[in-house]
């Protein structure tokens, strides 16, 4: 895909594009990672066989890994971003791409912190790309051309499906898939905490309800899976399913879910509010 890929920052994220890429045909030798700890460096050397870089031990860790590089990760946490973009700013190439995975840092912020005209492409990936499930949202600066938002599209595809959407449309997917694993982990938790109100055993009723929403989401995943056709075909009329469907209706579950969804998206603005701020 590329020459050289540098994670600038590599947590449980950015270690799962990392799996992605190396899944994908991307050789160890092309990707350097820089974290914080000695321990994270030797563990992610040790496990992908890449150069990992630990900045407590090498102060100019994240300036040294990108050098040369075609594609720079910041898997940072978003307070950080700003002040990485900076430290890097003299060390990146004019055409390299700086790809940020950090929510509700925006690409005026980005823009901001680098060199003018540098390629970036904000992206917003939730947690199944872990499994090679996820799903990642992208959005490109004002500087980055079709070649390089295909070329940040090559870096996840590994992972899952990758879709381009407006800027001013990434709050919304980070309400919806960023938060939304969350949304299915809590509706098992819901549904095993039912079970043992039925006199379920705490395991049973936990197992009961993981492997349901585990097996949901797999039919889901099949090309064509429509939700709602998937729903209507366990739900016979005058049945049991009928009759929960119409109780979650009745206590208003689609509007609880518009209206957490809508708390996270607002959420995600107050927090870029918060960082520009900065």
Do not use: W
């Not at 600038?8 to 974290?35: D, F, H, K, N, R």
């Amino acid at each position: 895909m590329t020459n050289r890929i540098a994670f600038l920052g590599c947590g449980s994220m950015g270690e799962a594009i990392l799996a992605g890429l190396l899944a994908a045909g991307t050789q160890p030798s092309a990707v350097v990672a820089t974290v914080r700890r000695v321990e994270r460096a030797e563990e992610l050397a040790a496990r992908h066989g890449i150069t990992a870089i630990s900045s407590n031990e090498e102060s100019a860790a994240n300036s040294e890994a990108v050098v040369g590089a075609d594609v720079v990760i910041l898997g940072v946490k978003p307070v950080g971003i700003a002040a990485l973009c900076r430290e890097i700013a003299p060390a990146l190439g004019r055409g390299t791409v700086v790809i940020s995975v950090a929510a509700a840092v925006s690409l005026e912020q980005l823009e901001a912190a680098l060199p003018a005209g540098q390629p970036v492409v904000r992206s917003m990936p939730n947690t199944p790309l872990k499994v090679g499930r996820g799903v990642v949202a992208l959005s490109a600066g004002t500087s980055t051309t079709v070649e390089q938002l295909a070329t940040a599209h090559q870096v996840f595809d590994g992972s899952g499906i990758v879709l381009d959407v407006p800027e001013d449309q990434q709050d919304a997917v980070s309400a919806i898939s960023g938060s939304g694993p969350a949304y299915a982990f809590y509706l098992a938790e819901a549904m095993a905490a039912a079970g043992v109100e039925f006199g379920l055993s705490e395991a049973t009723a936990r197992v009961l309800a993981r492997e349901t929403v585990a097996g949901a989401g797999l039919m889901l995943a099949e090309p064509g899976a429509d939700p709602t056709a998937l729903r209507r075909a366990v739900t016979s009329p005058n049945g049991t399913t009928e009759q929960a469907i119409a109780t979650f209706d009745a206590r208003g579950l689609p509007g609880i879910i518009s209206a957490g969804a809508k708390a996270a998206a607002a959420r995600a603005a107050a927090i870029t509010a918060e960082l520009a701020g900065q």
